[in-house]
T-cell receptor, first 111, second 116 residues
Framework: EDQVTQSPEALRLQEGESSSLNCSYT??????LFWYRQDPGKGPEFLFT???AGEEKEKERLKATLTKKESFLHITAPKPEDSATYLC????????????FGTGTRLTVIP | EAGVAQSPRYKIIEKRQSVAFWCNPI?????LYWYQQILGQGPKLLIQ????????DSQLPKDRFSAERLKGVDSTLKIQPAKLEDSAVYLC??????????????FGPGTRLTVT
């Protein structure tokens, strides 16, 4: 059975204090690993898709990396507007386009 | 480009009542998904449509939940009768299509359901 574990559950950072969020996964053949951002009262917002180990993608202060067992979302010099819940999801290589989500990391950036 | 639209945004009902949610996907997106997100958890897939056919409904509690996607565009998710444990946010998402490729799913704002 597919499993996605995100850590930490919650993270408080001072503005400008860089850190990383972790997503470890178990899946029968990874088709893609997705990162989403979710603000309170809103639906998840797509950030990145990673397909193979060694791949990296960047967007503003965010950088996502992928290994065979886990993915990291690195946040460089975060700002208060980066505060949100960050969700990781995996899509396995067979079957439909289903995403299997982790429970998320709730990030708070303090000014 | 307009995003995924959902209505209503909030709904409060008593247990054993029925409720329906509506979703309009991004124009041109053939695949539509309904997810349930319980507070503090990630979204869980309920049902997936491609055009107006069901691709996967293995996680849908079919004794009380039903969904349809007429004409391959809008979709409705219904719960009848509702239970307390159905309190959650119901998210609709759409993507270009299902195939051998990987297509990003784009989510609507969700409907927050409270069952009392």
């Amino acid at each position: 059975e597919d499993q996605v574990t995100q850590s930490p559950e919650a993270l408080r950072l001072q503005e400008g204090e860089s850190s990383s969020l972790n997503c470890s996964y178990t899946v029968s053949g990874l088709r893609g690993l997705f990162w989403y951002r979710q603000d309170p009262g809103k639906g998840p917002e797509f950030l990145f898709t990673l397909y193979s180990a060694g791949e990296e993608k960047e967007k503003e202060r965010l950088k996502a990396t992928l290994t065979k067992k886990e993915s990291f979302l690195h946040i460089t010099a975060p700002k208060p507007e980066d505060s949100a819940t960050y969700l990781c999801a995996v899509q396995e290589g067979t079957g439909a386009n289903n995403l299997f989500f982790g429970t998320g990391t709730r990030l708070t950036v303090i000014p | 480009e307009a995003g995924v639209a959902q209505s209503p945004r909030y709904k409060i009902i008593e247990k054993r009542q029925s409720v329906a949610f509506w979703c309009n996907p991004i124009s041109g997106h053939a695949t539509l998904y309904w997810y349930q997100q319980i507070l503090g958890q990630g979204p869980k897939l309920l049902i997936q449509f491609q055009n107006n056919g069901v691709v996967d409904d293995s996680q849908l509690p079919k004794d009380r939940f039903s969904a349809e996607r007429l004409k391959g565009v809008d979709s409705t998710l219904k719960i009848q009768p509702a239970k307390l444990e159905d309190s959650a946010v119901y998210l609709c998402a759409s993507s270009l299509r299902v195939g051998t490729g990987t297509y990003e799913q784009y989510f609507g704002p969700g409907t927050r359901l409270t069952v009392t």
